[in-house]
């Protein structure tokens, strides 16, 4: 037997060492994940000038990725928990790469809608099966750091693609092929190839892994044995995890959780599909400038979730940082709407700063006194109902740009969109941090997402 000591030590290195072998994979992952979810925005364009994609028809595909997520999100997540997060993840990596690499082959609206749509039924699942692996690895206390970095790898995956894009689309009819072909062919082989690696690489459950000594993986797993046990105590002892998905619908906790995080992503991907469109109103831009100043965005929301994370360990509540972000991206998008092209760039960047660090903010919340078990589908709820937000966006964009000729009365409704979500945060409740709370803080006061669970 360990002892306590021993314990809590094996425990921490084990953390440790998952940090710096498990997350770098995930990050990889989710790099090539944004890469083929934001790589039409960069080749909207050339779809038009090539295919004849029109700006509405551009914006319904662009969302149609979304339906099918939405669709697709709870079927997948049943199937994630029967065959495991590891086989999973790799099935989802490995079917996106070979849709988004048959986009090089589009000609026309009816191929790209049935694409799209395609590509959210084969990603759906990925973010709650990343989720329910670190709640399987990771103790609670070093979950949100974990789905902290994850998430702020979105940016830097953001930032990234914008150059990556604008080399690839460079590559005109270099051996025979356009350069919007380049960019899907290439970001789509790259998902496949990752994820074959992953499916070699990742391990399963935590008696699996090598890397971890003897000793840490007994403690690492008795820490998680004995936190599934103490939730399933604060959440009316179902140890099980079967829970009725209509109820978890029902709650109104949970539907004003999805009423936020659609506003969040209505931002996130009004940015990501139509951002290269605004930069390219900037006189002189090219395919490579345009990729390279898209990209400052994304930097600078990778530096505000730095520091928001770092406020956020010490908060007591996230509410009010979370109302603070949105605020930011409110009045970011705002400004964006009245200025010069030049102007709009940096507001937008100050935008992105509100609205990237308000998703793993957002994410603090529902993640509070939920059972490990249960937390897959309530996270898969959310994320399928808020994702929605990926659709209303680029497909509300497109239809005020083919109407109007600008994205300026798009520009007016998001900020509008986060002002109201700021709002809507203020009736959530929360469980405060342990370590902020301190040991005062009852069972009884945790996130009703946990009764949603009884």
Not at 28 to 43: D, E, K, P
Not at 94 to 116: C, D, K, P
Not at 348 to 371: E, R
Not at 377 to 405: D, M
Request: charged residues 10%.
């Amino acid at each position: 037997m360990q002892s306590v000591d021993n314990a809590v030590t094996d425990v921490a290195l084990a953390t440790k060492k998952f940090f710096k072998r498990v997350l770098p994979i995930m990050l990889v992952m989710l790099v090539c994940n944004q890469l083929n979810r934001s790589n039409i925005g960069y080749a909207q364009e050339h779809l038009h000038a090539d295919v004849g994609i029109g700006a509405a028809a551009y914006g319904f595909g662009a969302g149609l990725f979304f339906i099918a997520y939405a669709i697709f999100e709870l079927p997948s997540n049943v199937m994630m928990e029967k065959y495991g997060a590891k086989v999973w993840l790799a099935r989802i990596m490995i079917s996106w790469g070979i849709v988004s690499f048959l986009m090089v082959f589009v000609q026309n609206e009816t191929m790209f809608y049935a694409l799209r749509f395609l590509l959210g039924a084969a990603e759906a699942g990925f973010f709650p099966a990343v989720i329910f692996y670190f709640a399987r690895w990771v103790p609670a206390g070093q979950r949100g750091k974990a789905t902290a970095i994850f998430i702020a790898g979105s940016s830097v995956a953001a930032a990234l693609s914008g150059p990556i894009a604008g080399m690839l689309l460079s590559l005109h009819d270099v051996l025979g092929f356009r350069g919007w072909q380049w960019l899907f062919g290439f970001e789509g082989l790259l998902s496949v190839v990752v994820g074959i690696a992953v499916f070699f690489v990742l391990d399963a459950k935590i008696a699996d892994a090598t890397w971890l000594t003897a000793g840490e993986k007994f403690a690492l797993t008795a820490a998680i044995a004995d936190e599934d046990a103490q939730h399933a105590d604060a959440s009316g002892g179902n140890p099980s995890g079967k829970v009725n998905r209509w109820k978890m619908l029902l709650n109104p906790q949970i539907l004003l959780l999805c009423g936020i995080y659609f506003s969040v992503q209505l931002s996130i991907y009004a940015n990501t599909f139509w951002l290269p469109s605004i930069v390219k109103q900037i006189p002189g831009t090219t395919d490579l400038s345009v990729g390279f100043l898209s990209a400052i965005p994304w930097v600078c929301a990778v530096i505000a979730m730095y520091f928001a994370a770092k406020w956020q360990d010490k908060a007591k509540s996230k509410r009010p940082l979370l109302v603070a972000a949105l605020l930011v991206a409110a009045v970011g998008t705002l400004a964006a709407a009245v200025a010069s092209p030049v102007l709009a760039l940096v507001f937008l960047a100050i935008a992105a700063m509100g609205f990237k660090s308000a998703s793993p903010l957002f994410w603090t919340i529902p993640q509070s006194g939920l059972h490990p078990l249960i937390l897959a589908p309530a996270i898969a709820i959310i994320n399928s109902l808020g994702n929605l937000g990926g659709f209303v966006a680029p497909l509300g964009f497109g239809i005020i740009k083919e109407q109007t000729g600008s994205v300026i009365p798009g520009l007016f409704a998001l900020a509008a969109a986060s002002t109201i979500a700021a709002a809507l945060v203020y009736f959530l409740k929360e469980r405060q941090t342990e370590a902020a709370a301190g040991p005062t803080a009852a069972p009884e006061e945790s996130s009703p997402l946990a009764v949603a669970a009884k």
